[in-house]
C-alpha cells in the first residue's frame, strides 16, 4: 500500500484546512486509516483515526469537535477536515494504514505516507 498525504499549507488560527490521503497498490490489504502528526521537538501523536469499511472512528482529545475524518472508498482516499486551527496544530501530518481494524498507537500501522506540513499562525 503506497499512500500520498496532501492538503498541508499556512493558515491563520481560526481557519480550515483540509487534509487528503490516496491510497495506491493492495489498498484492499488495508482495513484501518489513521492520522498522526508531528510537532518541531515533539513526538509524533495520534489524531484520529477510522476503518475503510465504516462503523469504527477515534480521535485524540484535543481535536474532538474540530477535525473530522472521513473516507471515498471508490477514490480510495481518505480526509481529515481540520475547522478552529490552532497554533499547537502545528504539525507534519502524516497517514497511515494498517490491515486490522483501526488503532490510536503508531506502532500498529505497517504504512505511512510522506507527510505534509501544517503551519497555523496566531
Known amino acids: 500500500v503506497q499512500l500520498q498525504a496532501s492538503g498541508g499549507g499556512l493558515v491563520q488560527a481560526g481557519g480550515s484546512l483540509r487534509l487528503s490521503c490516496a491510497a495506491s497498490g493492495r489498498t484492499f490489504s488495508s482495513n484501518g486509516i489513521g492520522w498522526f502528526r508531528q510537532a518541531p521537538g515533539k513526538e509524533r501523536e495520534f489524531v484520529y483515526a477510522?476503518?475503510?469499511?465504516?462503523?469504527?472512528?477515534y480521535s485524540a482529545d484535543s481535536v474532538k469537535g474540530r477535525f473530522t475524518m472521513s473516507r471515498d472508498n471508490a477514490k480510495n482516499t481518505v480526509y481529515l477536515l481540520m475547522n478552529d486551527l490552532k497554533p499547537e496544530d502545528t504539525a507534519v501530518y502524516y497517514c497511515?494504514?494498517?490491515?486490522?481494524?483501526?488503532?490510536?498507537?503508531?506502532?500498529?500501522?505497517?504504512?505511512w505516507g510522506q507527510g505534509t506540513l501544517v503551519t497555523v499562525s496566531s
Open positions: 477510522i476503518s475503510w469499511s465504516g462503523g469504527i472512528s
Open positions: 497511515a494504514a494498517r490491515a486490522r481494524y483501526p488503532s490510536t498507537y503508531e506502532r500498529d500501522y505497517d504504512y
